[in-house]
């Protein structure tokens, strides 16, 4: 199967695109983790998706991350 598309803004075919991790939001509240694919030759938005891959967000954000360092051992070699 050959692809044969081609991008809406700039008339090239669609070979490659460019996956950006980036957030879904739901009024103003960051709800999932998505991706969007950009033409490679000028930066189109083709396409976004839920990334079904992806870890869900946590409620706390940085916060839980920094925490969560803080909280683990330090285990030295030697």
């Given amino acids: 199967m050959t ?22 939001m739901i009024d103003g509240d960051s709800k999932a983790r998505c991706m969007s694919y950009c033409c490679i030759h000028c930066n189109t938005v083709l396409g976004v998706a839920i990334d079904a891959r992806a870890k869900p ?19 030295r070699a030697g």
Wanted: aromatic share 0%; hydrophobic share 40%; proline share 5%.
């Fill in 57 to 75: 967000r946590s409620k706390n954000g940085a916060r839980a991350a920094t925490a969560s360092a803080l909280a683990k051992p330090v285990v």
């Fill in 3 to 24: 692809n044969r598309g081609l991008c809406p803004k700039c008339g090239k075919r669609v070979l490659h695109v460019n996956v950006e991790n980036i957030v879904g």
